[in-house]
């Protein structure tokens, strides 16, 4: 019963209101009595594909996937419309007939199907690449510094980034779910840490420590969650921009091909400054040994005795 519930919101979602779905089953039962010859074509495969997708135990299965309303594209519900409507239409000799009834068919879809733009969640794209402006937004901020970026992203830029640009490298890409292949845990873990509502210090040190040591010399996070300062800085990460929603880190050291001089100049010195930063962080993991060594000798630096200790 749980499988059919899924199946159920799912079919609602796909079909709609259900108007339009007894508008396709009035075009199958036409088809059926007035078109017998195109039963085999359309109706019995129709037939099986619902006996097939709306079995509890193929879904449970096979198709218990985000990819199973997908499914629902293989039935022909325009199709069953378009071949009733127009055989409809040829069984009347009188031309204005013909006209009237093929625009009381198109009132009909009109009325009983719905605007995707208005119900379904979508929105007019007005960029000429007819993608989400917000991925277009983030990828241009991308490309203004690197040529080829390689970046860790929020789910909401994996589906669209590289339509807008193929030389866009992503840490992982649309595939994250394991719609083909298997992703691997390193990658399940980040897009955790990415697309967690609040992120703990320790977690975001790791995540930024992944990027860096692999190269990746953006990150893109929700803007209500951003990467502590000290941890950003730490690795030579700044933020560049807040757009869509989302805070841009930039790391130039890490950048492959400047896009412009002016980033190729902010790269050689960031590079300059990677190495004092390392070296500073060097000299503060090599104090902070010394300390704990101190430390477990039941001594302190500022002791007299630790350091005579340490001069001996």
Known sequence: MDSFSVIGNWITKYIGDGIFFIVVLAAAVYICVFMRGMI????????????????????DLVFRRVIYWRLFWMLPDSLLIAAAGTHLAYRWNNDLLRILLGAGMVTLILLTGKNVYTEAGYEVAMNP???????????????????????FVRDRYLTEIRQYSGNIELYYGRDIDGYIIRTSAAKKKVQAMIESD???????????????????????VHISNPIPPEIAGKYGYRIIDGLDGSTIYYCPELCRE?????????RKQAIKDAKVRKAGLRAAA?????????????LSQDDGTAQLWGEG
């Open 40 to 59: 085999g074509k359309l109706i019995i495969p129709v037939v099986v594909c619902i006996v097939v997708v709306a079995n509890p135990l193929t879904f």
């Open 258 to 266: 400047p896009a412009t001089k002016k980033a190729a100049k902010e």
């Open 129 to 151: 690449e007819k993608l989400t402006q917000g991925v277009v937004d983030v990828a241009d901020a991308m490309l203004a510094l690197d040529a080829n970026p390689k970046c």
């Open 198 to 220: 609040f992120t703990r210090p320790e977690v975001y040190e790791d995540l930024v420590r992944r990027a860096y040591s692999n190269g990746y010399d953006f990150i893109v």
């Open 286 to 298: 090599k104090a902070a040994r010394e300390a704990e060594e101190l430390a477990k000798k039941g």
